[in-house]
């Protein structure tokens, strides 16, 4: 499939909307009202630091809605005004945060049902409408959406559709993808249905592996099962490894994405020497903007003599785990929850940890004065944040502020 004809064809249809609807001004005023925080901004105007009673709270200088998102949510709002009375479908979650998910349905706008692990699209209509999230969906499912003659509504991320763009640019010159992501996030499934050939890499220590194998062969049936879920049709890494480009999920981290790419340039350049490099490697920067600026306000925050961190967002976005990854490693007492509701009191806090498992950790936070550091990731609107801010003071000073 001419996947690249597809999209242009799809863009060009009546059918097709990726820039709402003539409603922005009415729902930026209902998305205030809904998401956004005064004393999220009294904290952000006192220079990120708020002190109340024992309590000093810490925010990172880049934290909660991206502009992808916030226009992905917006667009979404637009589309229940613009068609009242139709039946709305959404592919995925429209961003990874449980109150806004939650709201979106109550506007019903409807999930596609799955169905052992197959979304079942016998469900829509004919004119109905569908909305794409702020992830993207795949390029099979544009195709059977379109063959319907539904009504689409596009709110895929600008910074997510380079990396698709990223990928056609390989294929156009039949390099394999690698892309840096999680292949069964939503993204990555997106953009790896635009590639050719393509090899998705989780961390630097499988992207080590395939450099290896690159360098001096190895167990092809190895290879094959390890990367069994996350590779192309007849992917064949005895041929598919001799040109390859870099490609990433959006929300991973950006030092790690940037070392992938150090390491096969390093790889190519060792195997086919400097005048061949241009012939077997292609890079393109397509880190996002506000997953990067939201990493470094991080690593800045936890240079800070910090008590504990919380980190806000919902507990399947990738960002968010990123962020809650640095923490980590710093060593800081971290607790990723995604609503204020993971706190169960001073002495009890229900938080997902990196491996994915949800515990419960007692005695979370300390006696006496305290420096709390605050993130939230891409997803989460400030409301959640101070929702949780307000809790922490209640607890330490019985006043909600």
Request: proline share 2%.
């Amino acid at each position: 499939m001419d996947t690249k004809a597809f999209k242009r064809s799809l863009q060009h249809s009546e059918n097709y909307n990726r820039k709402g609807f003539g409603n922005q001004a009415e729902v930026a005023t209902q998305l205030q009202s809904e998401y956004q925080s005064n004393l999220i901004q009294e904290i952000r105007d006192r220079d990120y630091i708020l002190q109340r009673g024992s309590v000093t709270i810490r925010l990172a200088q880049a934290f909660g809605f991206c502009w992808g998102v916030e226009r992905a949510v917006a667009i979404a709002y637009e589309t229940r005004q613009h068609f009242p009375t139709e039946r709305i479908w959404i592919t995925n979650e429209i961003i990874h945060n449980p109150s806004v998910n939650q709201r979106i349905q109550e506007m019903e706008v409807e999930f596609i049902p799955v169905e052992t692990n197959q979304k079942d699209f016998s469900v829509v209509a004919t004119g109905d409408v569908v909305i794409l999230p702020a992830f993207g969906a795949s390029v099979q499912e544009m195709q059977i959406l379109h063959n319907k003659g539904c009504k689409i509504v596009d709110t895929t991320c600008p910074w997510v559709s380079k990396v698709w763009n990223t990928v056609e640019k390989h294929k156009k010159v039949d390099y394999t993808s690698i892309i840096h992501g999680k292949y069964k996030h939503e993204e990555t499934v997106a953009t790896s249905s635009f590639a050719g050939k393509y090899l998705i890499v989780l961390n630097l220590q499988e992207a080590e592996y395939v450099a290896k194998y690159i360098l001096n062969g190895g167990n092809r049936e190895e290879f094959l099962a390890k990367f069994a879920k996350a590779c192309s049709a007849g992917f064949d890494p005895d041929q598919d490894l001799e040109r390859v480009g870099i490609a990433n999920q959006t929300t991973m981290l950006k030092g790690e994405t940037e070392q992938i790419g150090k390491l096969f340039e390093h790889t190519m350049l060792q195997k086919y020497g400097p005048t061949e490099l241009n012939q077997h490697f292609q890079s393109f920067n397509t880190i996002c903007d506000a997953t990067q600026e939201r990493q470094d306000a991080m690593l800045e925050l936890v240079q800070q003599n910090l008590d504990l961190m919380i980190v806000i967002g919902g507990f399947n976005s990738s960002n968010t785990t990123q962020l809650q990854q640095i923490a980590f490693d710093r060593g800081i007492p971290s607790y990723h929850i995604d609503t204020v509701e993971r706190i169960k009191s001073g002495h009890s806090i229900e938080h997902r940890q990196l491996n994915g498992q949800l515990v419960i950790t007692e005695n979370w936070l300390p006696i006496g004065e305290i420096i709390v550091g605050i993130t939230s990731g891409a997803s989460t609107p400030d409301k959640v944040v101070e929702d949780i801010i307000k809790k922490i003071f209640d607890l330490k000073t019985g006043s909600i502020v």
